[in-house]
Every structure is written in structure tokens, then in C-alpha cells.
């Protein structure tokens, strides 16, 4: 299946949405729903896609209910290898379930988290401005 821009991948209950950002060398991937073993594929195929075209990777947790551990492993993989890249990978709004569940794998010590989609823009800019 190849990517289509706005089109949604639906499985089961989740929702992946990739899309580049029109505010730089962003991907937003938002998730929607339960994220699990049902979507991890889905999942790493829209974050692959995002680091490969040379973007920074913003993944919107705002209506994700639940993310498993395999999940998790996928972000992990996408900042390892956007890291490799020059990249970097950032949360937006996780729930609290969410948020727990980032805590107790030490997860939210790994990635930035922020509230909104601007403020992640906004940080990701700042550090494309920062001279070397």
C-alpha cells in the first residue's frame, strides 16, 4: 500500500494519519484510538516514511486512548533511526493513560512531550535554528 498524504490507515479501533506539515521539515502522524499490536505495522510504515523523506517527526497522541509496549517499540525504532538521520522525534498530548503508560516503561524521559502541536513546532524550529 503506498503512502496517499491525508488518507487515513484504519485498523480495528486506531487511526493513523500521516501527513508532512506545511510549517517546515515536519511529519505529523496522528493516532486516534487504541494503539496496539493491531497497528504496530501501520504504524512504523507512516514513521519510516516520515524520517526517510528527511523530516522531523511529530506524533500527536491527543485522541489515542491506550498504547501498548510493541507500540512503544515502534517510537522507539523511529527516534533511534531519525536520531541516525539528524532527526528528531517528539510526543504531542499524550491522555493520562497514555502518559502512565510512557512512565512506567521510562519512556517519558526519551522523548519530548508537549501539549500542542505549536509548541512541538515551535521547539523543533528553535533547534533547526541553533548553529552547529
Do not use: Y
Not at 503512502?3 to 508532512?20: L, Q
Not at 510504515?45 to 500527536?60: A, F, H, M, N, Q
Not at 503508560?101 to 528553535?126: E, M
Amino acid at each position: 500500500m503506498e503512502w496517499s498524504g491525508t488518507a487515513p490507515s484504519v485498523e480495528r479501533d486506531a487511526v493513523i494519519r500521516s501527513t508532512p506539515s506545511g510549517r517546515g521539515a515536519v511529519t505529523v502522524v496522528e493516532l486516534r484510538g487504541e494503539i496496539d499490536l493491531g497497528v504496530r505495522e501501520s504504524l512504523r510504515r507512516s514513521l519510516v516514511r516520515g524520517v526517510e523523506r528527511g523530516t522531523d517527526i511529530v506524533i500527536d497522541l491527543t485522541d489515542a486512548k491506550l498504547i501498548d509496549c510493541a507500540s512503544l517499540g515502534v517510537f522507539v525504532e523511529a527516534r533511534l533511526l531519525a536520531d541516525h538521520r539528524g532527526h528528531l522525534v517528539c510526543l504531542v498530548a499524550p491522555s493520562p493513560a497514555v502518559r502512565r503508560t510512557l512512565a512506567v516503561t521510562g519512556l517519558d524521559t526519551v522523548f519530548s512531550l508537549f501539549a500542542d502541536r505549536d509548541q512541538a513546532h515551535n521547539r523543533l524550529t528553535r533547534s533547526r535554528s541553533v548553529p552547529a
